[in-house]
């Protein structure tokens, strides 16, 4: 999840099964501000603990400005001038897939490794690729460590224009040639509830985010959409994991609560516990 997400600081992308969690949030209506295309797992989650999912998406999704260095890319890959492809999230396959589909490219034999199970099953589904690595511990890092040796090899990133450079630098450390392309760009997102007319009648109960872009577009769409911080005021303010939270502090948002794990259940968790306390306090 490209955007700056605690998961690698490149996707608003949250690669993990997602399980039901027994939680009891009914009654609160609570705000996610994930890309329409990846709402709903949070979405299932809330509304499965008798929470109102309130979909306001802050970033969305799209493809570069330019498409000309992409497709070049691309139609390396599909000419074997690549030893290794890989994928950090599925918002990127799923703009590959788009461009590999328009250019009519069959990509085949390459050797594909990715960050996490569930980017993996979306190559699988949507570039009919076998991925032969998956790095388990969901970080750049983590994937250049399982990839070593790489002296010597050609390896291409398609990423987020935003995409940190940490993976690309551990790989040339190491001996390869790196070949970073821009997939995609994180935009303003539109349309869903009305939030901001409902924060000034005081009827949101919590506001999620699940990374840094998600913040700052937030902040932006608020203000554009005739909102007030004032209206913030008491209402709890989540985030999942440390970064997301520096970010609202670097933005003088409250933080009200931080998930200790960067996954969708633990947020869902914070959130009960929060309330739990909130009530108990005020018995």
Request: glycine residues 6%.
């Given at each position: 999840?490209?955007?700056?997400?605690?998961?690698?600081?490149?996707?608003?992308?949250?690669?993990?099964?997602?399980?039901?969690?027994?939680?009891?949030?009914?009654?609160?209506?609570?705000?996610?501000?994930?890309?329409?295309?990846?709402?709903?797992?949070?979405?299932?989650?809330?509304?499965?603990?008798?929470?109102?999912?309130?979909?306001?998406?802050?970033?969305?999704?799209?493809?570069?400005?330019?498409?000309?260095?992409?497709?070049?890319?691309?139609?390396?890959?599909?000419?074997?001038?690549?030893?290794?492809?890989?994928?950090?999230?599925?918002?990127?396959?799923?703009?590959?897939?788009?461009?590999?589909?328009?250019?009519?490219?069959?990509?085949?034999?390459?050797?594909?490794?990715?960050?996490?199970?569930?980017?993996?099953?979306?190559?699988?589904?949507?570039?009919?690729?076998?991925?032969?690595?998956?790095?388990?511990?969901?970080?750049?890092?983590?994937?250049?460590?399982?990839?070593?040796?790489?002296?010597?090899?050609?390896?291409?990133?398609?990423?987020?224009?935003?995409?940190?450079?940490?993976?690309?630098?551990?790989?040339?450390?190491?001996?390869?040639?790196?070949?970073?392309?821009?997939?995609?760009?994180?935009?303003?997102?539109?349309?869903?509830?009305?939030?901001?007319?409902?924060?000034?009648?005081?009827?949101?109960?919590?506001?999620?985010?699940?990374?840094?872009?998600?913040?700052?577009?937030?902040?932006?769409?608020?203000?554009?959409?005739?909102?007030s911080r004032t209206h913030l005021e008491g209402v709890c303010l989540a985030a999942?994991?440390?970064?997301?939270?520096?970010?609202m502090v670097t933005l003088d948002l409250p933080v009200t609560l931080a998930s200790?794990?960067?996954?969708?259940?633990?947020?869902?968790?914070?959130?009960?516990?929060?309330?739990?306390?909130?009530?108990?306090?005020?018995?």
């Amino acid at each position: 999840m490209n955007d700056d997400s605690d998961l690698n600081s490149t996707d608003d992308e949250l690669d993990e099964e997602v399980l039901p969690v027994k939680a009891d949030l009914s009654g609160r209506k609570i705000v996610v501000t994930r890309p329409p295309h990846q709402a709903i797992e949070l979405q299932s989650l809330l509304v499965g603990s008798g929470a109102d999912a309130l979909i306001y998406p802050c970033i969305d999704i799209a493809l570069p400005e330019e498409l000309e260095l992409l497709d070049a890319a691309l139609k390396d890959t599909a000419d074997d001038l690549f030893d290794w492809l890989i994928f950090t999230s599925a918002n990127t396959v799923r703009i590959v897939a788009q461009r590999v589909e328009a250019l009519n490219l069959v990509l085949t034999g390459i050797r594909t490794a990715v960050i996490g199970p569930k980017t993996s099953a979306v190559v699988e589904e949507l570039l009919g690729l076998e991925v032969e690595l998956v790095a388990q511990n969901y970080t750049a890092e983590g994937l250049a460590r399982a990839l070593q040796p790489v002296a010597g090899l050609r390896f291409l990133l398609p990423q987020s224009e935003i995409a940190r450079p940490v993976l690309a630098q551990a790989l040339r450390d190491h001996g390869a040639e790196v070949t970073t392309i821009v997939a995609y760009r994180t935009v303003l997102g539109q349309g869903g509830a009305d939030v901001p007319g409902l924060l000034a009648a005081k009827e949101i109960d919590a506001i999620t985010f699940s990374s840094s872009s998600t913040v700052r577009n937030f902040l932006v769409r608020l203000e554009n959409e005739g909102g007030s911080r004032t209206h913030l005021e008491g209402v709890c303010l989540a985030a999942i994991g440390p970064i997301t939270a520096a970010t609202m502090v670097t933005l003088d948002l409250p933080v009200t609560l931080a998930s200790e794990e960067f996954t969708l259940p633990s947020l869902v968790l914070a959130l009960d516990a929060y309330f739990r306390s909130e009530t108990e306090e005020s018995e």
